[in-house]
Nanobody, 130 residues
Framework: QVQLVGSGGGLVQPGGSLRLSCAASGFTLDYYVIVWFRQAPGKEREGVSC????????YYADSVKGRFTISRDNAKNTVFLQMNSLKPEDTAVYYC???????????????????????WGKGTLVTVSS
């Protein structure tokens, strides 16, 4: 069964850190572009970070640049999102998604749209509050 499972969310104080995981089963993440999306209450979903399948190129939205790091562990078939210096505005449900690269699925200049992804994980809630 093909499945993406996102985990690692929770409640953290401002300035704290969390590491989200996106584990795949039924397929190999090596060949896929991976995107972390988030959706806060009342806001549109946004792609905050993504990583290519080929050379490990990454992209970060301006809102998270310098604070978040996306990485792969191919041996574990898992992608991580390390989130540091968290702010209340980072509060959202975070989703990982995977897609085979083609012209609409690239990390050059931005992350692929939600609608072109092939697989989506269930969200994990991140709450940043004191």
């Amino acid at each position: 069964q093909v499945q993406l499972v996102g985990s690692g969310g929770g409640l953290v104080q401002p300035g704290g850190s969390l590491r989200l995981s996106c584990a795949a089963s039924g397929f190999t993440l090596d060949y896929y572009v991976i995107v972390w999306f988030r959706q806060a209450p009342g806001k549109e979903r946004e792609g905050v970070s993504c990583i290519s399948s080929s050379d490990g190129s990454t992209y970060y939205a301006d809102s998270v640049k310098g604070r978040f790091t996306i990485s792969r562990d191919n041996a574990k078939n898992t992608v991580f999102l390390q989130m540091n210096s968290l702010k209340p505005e980072d509060t959202a449900v975070y989703y990982c998604a995977a897609a085979i690269p083609y012209y609409e699925v690239t990390v050059v200049g931005g992350c692929p749209r939600w609608g072109v992804m092939d697989y989506w994980g269930k969200g994990t809630l991140v709450t940043v509050s004191s």
